[in-house]
T-cell receptor, first 117, second 111 residues
Framework: GAVVSQHPSWVICKSGTSVKIECRSL??????MFWYRQFPKQSLMLMAT?????????EQGVEKDKFLINHASLTLSTLTVTSAHPEDSSFYIC?????????????FGQGTRLTVV | RKEVEQDPGPFNVPEGATVAFNCTYSNSASQSFFWYRQDCRKEPKLLMSVYSSGNEDGRFTAQLNRASQYISLLIRDSKLSDSATYLC????????????FGTGTRLKVLA
């Protein structure tokens, strides 16, 4: 199946700093990528839909100025957590779909475990 | 009401047992349905898609009831390696194709 690579797999940062997470589709072009957040023992919650060449679409309650999304190419989307606080500590996962394919399966990156201290 | 609801479990079953998970969804416009498996601290991995006619993949059987907006997953002859969280996922076929995840059902298969 298709491969989505996410980097870094884990990061520890100080409160107030910014962290950038990258999501790459390695063998297909992803016009749309999705960013999720998962807190312990909870489900994946969609944060935003990242659209290549245009602004991301954020879900209700997600601050677009805090979670900056850039999707400058068909294979790369980035999520930047700005001015991180301990409550932002979570597991962030991206996913991508090859919308040219009839297969509707989404492929997930390995996830990034963010700890803000 | 949540868009996708699952019993969080945990389901503790002995090896070799048959176990069934259920999931209900609220959006009747949902068109694609999946079961994903998530191991602790890992990303979700596709277990199987769910088709209207029902489908089977080895020990796993998935069923969809559109009228009741209900999806099920049956695991036969449980293995220790089946221990994981099983996520029910629904998605519209058009628009952004975004996935909506259930909270997941934890399964622990005991030796």
């Amino acid at each position: 199946g298709a491969v989505v690579s996410q980097h870094p797999s884990w990061v520890i940062c100080k409160s107030g700093t910014s962290v950038k997470i990258e999501c790459r589709s390695l063998d297909f072009q992803a016009t749309t990528m999705f960013w999720y957040r998962q807190f312990p023992k909870q489900s994946l919650m969609l944060m935003a839909t990242s659209n290549e060449g245009s602004k991301a679409t954020y879900e209700q309650g997600v601050e677009k100025d805090k979670f900056l999304i850039n999707h400058a190419s068909l294979t790369l989307s980035t999520l930047t957590v700005t001015s991180a606080h301990p409550e932002d500590s979570s597991f962030y996962i991206c996913s991508a779909r090859d919308l040219r394919s009839v297969n509707t399966e989404a492929f997930f990156g390995q996830g990034t475990r963010l700890t803000v201290v | 009401r949540k868009e996708v609801e699952q019993d969080p479990g945990p389901f503790n079953v002995p090896e070799g047992a048959t176990v069934a998970f259920n999931c209900t969804y609220s959006n009747s416009a949902s068109q694609s349905f999946f079961w994903y498996r998530q191991d602790c601290r890992k990303e979700p991995k596709l277990l199987m898609s769910v088709y209207s006619s029902g489908n089977e993949d080895g020990r796993f059987t998935a069923q969809l009831n559109r009228a009741s907006q209900y999806i099920s997953l049956l695991i036969r002859d449980s293995k220790l390696s089946d221990s994981a969280t099983y996520l029910c996922v629904v998605s519209p076929l058009s628009g952004t194709y975004k996935y909506i995840f259930g909270t997941g059902t934890r399964l622990k298969v005991l030796a």
